[in-house]
């Protein structure tokens, strides 16, 4: 009987039920099974890092975004990990690029932002400034053959544009590039916004005399109301996040005042150099190679080595070794230079460890080593080592600015301006530029040789053309030299060209740059005059003064007139 009964209710109600509710029932289970893989993914998430950066490794959407803010907004991550990778902060940053393209997202001719996703002019021939962008967003996320889209457009000054994956990559990138380069250290940890931007603008990463002014005006106009973002950086990252040259990016360096396993590491440059160094032992040496943890040369390890103490050296053992004053074993101390070979043409350079040994890259097929002292070799020197093997030189973080006496502006760098600046007004000797082309000149219309070329030959003291890269402005001083031109480095002379290894004084790498001395301070300092700074292209002569600080590393070539 109750099977019966059973038999009729499912024939009779469910089946119909069943049928009638067919779309209902299905929604319904749709709609549990989605809340139960919900919460089942939300437990398997919880296993992630906490100081993961929440940036999505395929980068953006692709969208245009519809303002700054929303740019901005979308992009917060990636400006936070920019404190942390770089220590420029990001309303500082956001800024500079308003000022250097104007967040223009939809002009694919117009600037290296839209195809390059460049935010704010960054040129470099090296990767490895870019440790954390190429480990956060991968290694295709930089690229600096200058072939990729949109890196031979913007301001027109040479060289070509970083080109990055995506806006998250171009951002961090921009930051960590700063921090590598020791022109804008100010820039670097600095919490204050109006003062990080100052810092890049004496550090000359624009020549435009009012880069300052449009800097402040758009930091107070734009950059103020992202402050909120400083803070959350700060919050997460602390006050000083960034830690200059490899002491926090690579673990095999000891932290300045930790204890290693030869004791206290101080703070010393020329201690540092030669930690730096040792902790290069056992890395392969690659010809060419200027990579810190995959190999390099012999050129490369001290050149590397310097640039983590914040000196630069010219990229081979022959300009090395032109670029180094001359001492004496007896007055070698620890971080000097070490070659084999003349001036000029020196085969081989290595570090000074001490104790009559070297640490050097000795050639393929071999690693780095710590070994005595061995064949005919010879001492060099760099100046803002300091004297001192055991602590830091007095100088070492302090800026020296020498008393004006005379009326002359000396002891720091300028912005160009078009006319003569009025303190040397009355006392240049030599005839004003007349802005004439000189025959001869196969420089393109416009750069910084075409007016080097113009105004030596106008002086009476002409340099003759250089072809190829030989040609370019911070080459000009090899290329003279071997040409039987007379070439001196630190010690300007009226008259004579200033040739800029690249990333001098503003100057874009590789490339450099060439100005003519007009007039030297009693400091040594000078006041060049200059093409291709103002009104890059339009053949526009500026002016500016050089410090000494800057002025002893260029090098100066007497022309061949009278």
């Given at each position: 009987?109750?099977?019966?009964?059973?038999?009729?209710?499912?024939?009779?109600?469910?089946?119909?039920?069943?049928?009638?509710?067919?779309?209902?029932?299905?929604?319904?289970?749709?709609?549990?099974?989605?809340?139960?893989?919900?919460?089942?993914?939300?437990?398997?998430?919880?296993?992630?890092?906490?100081?993961?950066?929440?940036?999505?490794?395929?980068?953006?959407?692709?969208?245009?975004?519809?303002?700054?803010?929303?740019?901005?907004?979308?992009?917060?991550?990636?400006?936070?990990?920019?404190?942390?990778?770089?220590?420029?902060?990001?309303?500082?940053?956001?800024?500079?690029?308003?000022?250097?393209?104007?967040?223009?997202?939809?002009?694919?001719?117009?600037?290296?932002?839209?195809?390059?996703?460049?935010?704010?002019?960054?040129?470099?021939?090296?990767?490895?400034?870019?440790?954390?962008?190429?480990?956060?967003?991968?290694?295709?996320?930089?690229?600096?053959?200058?072939?990729?889209?949109?890196?031979?457009?913007?301001?027109?000054?040479?060289?070509?544009?970083?080109?990055?994956?995506?806006?998250?990559?171009?951002?961090?990138?921009?930051?960590?590039?700063?921090?590598?380069?020791?022109?804008?250290?100010?820039?670097?940890?600095?919490?204050?916004?109006?003062?990080?931007?100052?810092?890049?603008?004496?550090?000359?990463?624009?020549?435009?005399?009012?880069?300052?002014?449009?800097?402040?005006?758009?930091?107070?106009?734009?950059?103020?109301?992202?402050?909120?973002?400083?803070?959350?950086?700060?919050?997460?990252?602390?006050?000083?996040?960034?830690?200059?040259?490899?002491?926090?990016?690579?673990?095999?360096?000891?932290?300045?005042?930790?204890?290693?396993?030869?004791?206290?590491?101080?703070?010393?440059?020329?201690?540092?150099?030669?930690?730096?160094?040792?902790?290069?032992?056992?890395?392969?040496?690659?010809?060419?190679?200027?990579?810190?943890?995959?190999?390099?040369?012999?050129?490369?390890?001290?050149?590397?080595?310097?640039?983590?103490?914040?000196?630069?050296?010219?990229?081979?053992?022959?300009?090395?070794?032109?670029?180094?004053?001359?001492?004496?074993?007896?007055?070698?101390?620890?971080?000097?230079?070490?070659?084999?070979?003349?001036?000029?043409?020196?085969?081989?350079?290595?570090?000074?460890?001490?104790?009559?040994?070297?640490?050097?890259?000795?050639?393929?097929?071999?690693?780095?080593?710590?070994?005595?002292?061995?064949?005919?070799?010879?001492?060099?020197?760099?100046?803002?080592?300091?004297?001192?093997?055991?602590?830091?030189?007095?100088?070492?973080?302090?800026?020296?600015?020498?008393?004006?006496?005379?009326?002359?502006?000396?002891?720091?760098?300028?912005?160009?301006?078009?006319?003569?600046?009025?303190?040397?007004?009355?006392?240049?000797?030599?005839?004003?530029?007349?802005?004439?082309?000189?025959?001869?000149?196969?420089?393109?219309?416009?750069?910084?040789?075409?007016?080097?070329?113009?105004?030596?030959?106008?002086?009476?003291?002409?340099?003759?053309?250089?072809?190829?890269?030989?040609?370019?402005?911070?080459?000009?001083?090899?290329?003279?030299?071997?040409?039987?031109?007379?070439?001196?480095?630190?010690?300007?002379?009226?008259?004579?060209?200033?040739?800029?290894?690249?990333?001098?004084?503003?100057?874009?790498?590789?490339?450099?740059?060439?100005?003519?001395?007009?007039?030297?301070?009693?400091?040594?300092?000078?006041l060049v005059s200059e093409t291709n700074v103002v009104s890059p292209g339009s053949g526009t002569r500026s002016w500016r003064v050089i410090d000494k600080a800057t002025a002893s590393q260029v090098e100066f070539i007497q022309g061949k007139g009278k």
């Amino acid at each position: 009987m109750g099977k019966k009964v059973k038999n009729l209710l499912f024939k009779r109600y469910l089946i119909p039920f069943i049928f009638s509710n067919f779309l209902l029932l299905g929604t319904l289970f749709v709609v549990i099974l989605s809340v139960f893989s919900m919460l089942y993914m939300s437990q398997n998430n919880k296993c992630d890092p906490a100081d993961s950066p929440d940036i999505s490794i395929n980068g953006d959407s692709g969208a245009v975004p519809a303002s700054i803010d929303d740019f901005v907004k979308q992009h917060k991550d990636a400006y936070i990990l920019s404190w942390k990778a770089g220590g420029f902060l990001p309303s500082a940053s956001i800024a500079q690029t308003m000022v250097e393209n104007g967040f223009n997202f939809t002009n694919p001719s117009g600037t290296s932002l839209w195809q390059a996703h460049n935010m704010g002019g960054v040129k470099t021939s090296n990767k490895s400034n870019f440790p954390i962008t190429l480990a956060t967003f991968g290694d295709d996320s930089v690229d600096i053959t200058g072939t990729k889209p949109g890196t031979s457009v913007g301001d027109n000054t040479g060289g070509a544009y970083t080109w990055f994956k995506d806006y998250n990559a171009g951002i961090v990138g921009k930051a960590e590039f700063m921090a590598h380069q020791t022109l804008y250290t100010g820039a670097i940890n600095n919490t204050d916004g109006a003062s990080a931007l100052s810092a890049i603008f004496k550090g000359g990463w624009a020549t435009d005399p009012s880069y300052l002014v449009k800097l402040l005006s758009t930091y107070n106009s734009l950059g103020k109301k992202y402050q909120w973002l400083d803070q959350e950086a700060v919050v997460k990252y602390g006050t000083a996040p960034y830690k200059s040259g490899a002491v926090n990016e690579n673990p095999s360096i000891p932290d300045k005042g930790s204890d290693s396993s030869t004791g206290k590491v101080d703070s010393s440059k020329r201690a540092n150099i030669v930690d730096f160094a040792r902790s290069r032992i056992g890395i392969p040496y690659v010809w060419g190679g200027r990579d810190w943890d995959k190999g390099m040369d012999c050129s490369g390890l001290t050149m590397l080595v310097y640039q983590k103490v914040g000196i630069t050296l010219q990229p081979t053992s022959e300009t090395q070794s032109n670029a180094v004053k001359k001492i004496s074993k007896e007055e070698a101390k620890k971080g000097d230079l070490v070659f084999w070979g003349p001036a000029g043409s020196s085969h081989h350079v290595a570090i000074y460890s001490g104790d009559n040994k070297v640490i050097e890259e000795p050639q393929p097929g071999k690693n780095c080593q710590e070994v005595p002292l061995y064949g005919d070799y010879r001492f060099g020197t760099m100046d803002g080592l300091g004297s001192d093997e055991g602590k830091a030189s007095d100088s070492d973080n302090c800026e020296v600015v020498t008393g004006d006496t005379s009326g002359e502006v000396i002891g720091q760098n300028s912005a160009p301006t078009l006319d003569v600046p009025p303190e040397y007004k009355g006392k240049l000797t030599l005839p004003a530029p007349d802005n004439k082309n000189y025959a001869g000149n196969q420089y393109p219309m416009g750069q910084c040789t075409w007016g080097a070329y113009n105004r030596m030959a106008q002086i009476g003291k002409p340099i003759e053309w250089f072809s190829g890269d030989g040609g370019n402005g911070g080459s000009w001083g090899a290329s003279a030299r071997a040409r039987g031109y007379t070439v001196v480095k630190g010690k300007p002379q009226v008259g004579w060209a200033a040739s800029f290894y690249g990333g001098l004084a503003g100057s874009t790498p590789p490339y450099g740059h060439i100005a003519v001395v007009e007039y030297v301070n009693s400091d040594g300092s000078m006041l060049v005059s200059e093409t291709n700074v103002v009104s890059p292209g339009s053949g526009t002569r500026s002016w500016r003064v050089i410090d000494k600080a800057t002025a002893s590393q260029v090098e100066f070539i007497q022309g061949k007139g009278k």
